[in-house]
T-cell receptor, first 114, second 114 residues
Framework: GAVVSQHPSRVICKSGTSVKIECRSL??????MFWYRQFPKQSLMLMAT?????????EQGVEKDKFLINHASLTLSTLTVTSAHPEDSSFYIC??????????FGEGSRLTVL | GNSVTQMEGPVTLSEEAFLTINCTYT??????LFWYVQYPGEGLQLLLK?????DKGSNKGFEATYRKETTSFHLEKGSVQVSDSAVYFC?????????????FGKGTKLTVNP
């Protein structure tokens, strides 16, 4: 099946720094990508919907200036956590939608902010 | 809003045991229902889906029937294998706001012992 890859899979950073997470669709062009956040023992919470070449649509309660999403090409979307703090520590997951409609998920990226 | 309530885990079974993971939903309209599986170290993968009432989704020996009268989509397998050990997520599609999003349950971790 189609593959979506996230990088890095794990990242540890100091409080106040910014971290970028990449999401790539390896064998298809994805006009739409989604970013989720998962807390321990909680469901995946949709953060934003990213469409290639346009601004991301954020879910209610998600800070746009805190979580910067860029979808500059049909195979790459990035999530930048700006001025990260310990409460931003979480598991971030992306998914990409194939033109035919099926969703494929990345492996997830675990962010730990010290 | 739309929501998914999933049986809390973890669930531990012996090989060849019968599996049921309960999932109920709350939704306006007629959502599609999904089960996703996440194997260790991998991204979520679509396991099966059903798009309307009384539809049965099936794959790899797993089955789930879309029950509108009980708003349920319980996952079943007659004889589990060690390789079925994973986290299982129930989800529904939410098309409110003009774009399709997935709403997930919290996930149920299944461990199958030999």
């Amino acid at each position: 099946g189609a593959v979506v890859s996230q990088h890095p899979s794990r990242v540890i950073c100091k409080s106040g720094t910014s971290v970028k997470i990449e999401c790539r669709s390896l064998d298809f062009q994805a006009t739409t990508m989604f970013w989720y956040r998962q807390f321990p023992k909680q469901s995946l919470m949709l953060m934003a919907t990213s469409n290639e070449g346009s601004k991301a649509t954020y879910e209610q309660g998600v800070e746009k200036d805190k979580f910067l999403i860029n979808h500059a090409s049909l195979t790459l979307s990035t999530l930048t956590v700006t001025s990260a703090h310990p409460e931003d520590s979480s598991f971030y997951i992306c998914s990409a939608r194939q033109p035919a409609g099926e969703l494929f998920f990345g492996e997830g990226s675990r962010l730990t902010v010290l | 809003g739309n929501s998914v309530t999933q049986m809390e885990g973890p669930v531990t079974l012996s090989e060849e045991a019968f599996l049921t993971i309960n999932c109920t939903y709350t939704a306006t309209g007629y959502p599609s229902l999904f089960w996703y599986v996440q194997y260790p170290g991998e991204g979520l993968q679509l396991l099966l889906k059903a798009t309307k009432a009384d539809d049965k989704g099936s794959n790899k020996g797993f089955e789930a029937t879309y029950r509108k009268e009980t708003t349920s989509f319980h996952l079943e397998k007659g004889s589990v294998q060690v390789s079925d050990s994973a986290v299982y997520f129930c989800a529904l599609s939410d098309t409110q706001g003009g774009s399709e999003k997935l709403v997930f349950g919290k996930g149920t971790k299944l461990t199958v012992n030999p």
